[in-house]
């Protein structure tokens, strides 16, 4: 069974309105350390939130310390957006990870899982682009684009 999109397990986690805009300023910064994809990693943001979020004056950072896996994913999801993981958007992911407590062996098995899982995404997109009325869709057929840890590649 798969998992639920990201988008989900951020409703799911139902974070208070505080919470929720320390979760977007800490998105926002990994736009800011990222490439010249930021109107799309802006509108990603947007989506995994689920749009404009109540007035609240921002949690301190710290309020993320029970979700940091998913804050950790959703900071990968926007990172990779463009096709790439900078070096720049991994290092500010990786010091904010370590803020939250998490070692780098952590953060790595953390990577590796969002990465397996965008590559997984992915793949799936791909079929069902070439399964639908007149397919291929965004990929070429039988080259299905998928994002391995180096950016993207040709599965």
Do not use: N
Request: glycine share 10%; with cysteine; charged share 25%.
């Amino acid at each position: 069974m798969s998992r639920p999109r990201l988008s989900q397990r951020i409703a799911d986690a139902a974070l208070s309105a505080p919470v929720a805009h320390t979760f977007a300023a800490g998105l926002r910064e990994i736009v800011a350390h990222g490439t010249e994809e930021q109107p799309t990693k802006l509108k990603l943001i947007d989506r995994l939130l689920g749009g404009e979020l109540p007035d609240a004056a921002p949690a301190p950072f710290e309020a993320l310390w029970p979700h940091a896996e998913l804050f950790l994913t959703a900071c990968i999801y926007v990172a990779v957006t463009d096709g790439r993981y900078g070096v720049e958007e991994a290092r500010h992911v990786s010091a904010l990870a370590h803020r939250l407590g998490l070692s780098a062996r952590q953060l790595e098995r953390l990577e590796a899982r969002v990465f397996a899982e965008l590559k997984l995404r992915g793949s799936r997109a791909a079929v069902d682009a070439d399964t639908e009325p007149g397919g291929p869709g965004p990929v070429a057929k039988g080259q299905p684009a998928v994002l391995g840890p180096d950016g993207p590649t040709k599965g």
